[in-house]
C-alpha cells in the first residue's frame, strides 16, 4: 500500500475507503520519491564510507610518524 500513499491516493481518505488507480501523474510523483528516497540511501552510505576512509588514513599517518628510525618490526628496514 505504500505506493499509494507515495503518490497521494490515501491523504484525507477515511480508512477502509477503496483507493482508485493513480493517475499517471500520481505513479511518477510515488516513483520519483522512491527514485529520491534510494538515492538519499547511498548518499548516505558514501558518506559514512568516506569518514571510515578519513579516519584510517588519519590512523595511517600517526602510524607513519611514530615509527622509529631503524629496522621496522620484521627487519626490513625503513621504507
Same mark, same amino acid.
Given at each position: 500500500?505504500?505506493?499509494?500513499?507515495?503518490?497521494?491516493?490515501?491523504?484525507?481518505?477515511?480508512?477502509?475507503? !477503496?483507493?482508485?488507480?493513480?493517475?499517471?501523474?500520481?505513479? #511518477?510523483?510515488?516513483?520519483?520519491?522512491?527514485?529520491?528516497?534510494?538515492?538519499?540511501?547511498?548518499?548516505?552510505? !558514501?558518506? !559514512?564510507?568516506? !569518514?571510515?576512509?578519513?579516519?584510517?588514513?588519519?590512523?595511517? #599517518?600517526?602510524?607513519?610518524?611514530? #615509527?622509529?628510525?631503524?629496522?621496522?618490526?620484521?627487519?626490513?628496514?625503513?621504507?
Amino acid at each position: 500500500m505504500a505506493p499509494a500513499r507515495d503518490a497521494g491516493l490515501l491523504q484525507g481518505k477515511p480508512a477502509g475507503e !477503496t483507493v482508485g488507480r493513480p493517475s499517471a501523474e500520481q505513479a #511518477e510523483i510515488a516513483r520519483l520519491r522512491r527514485e529520491l528516497q534510494l538515492a538519499q540511501a547511498k548518499l548516505a552510505r !558514501t558518506e !559514512t564510507a568516506l !569518514t571510515i576512509m578519513g579516519k584510517a588514513r588519519e590512523l595511517l #599517518e600517526d602510524i607513519s610518524r611514530s #615509527e622509529p628510525d631503524g629496522p621496522d618490526v620484521f627487519g626490513l628496514g625503513k621504507r
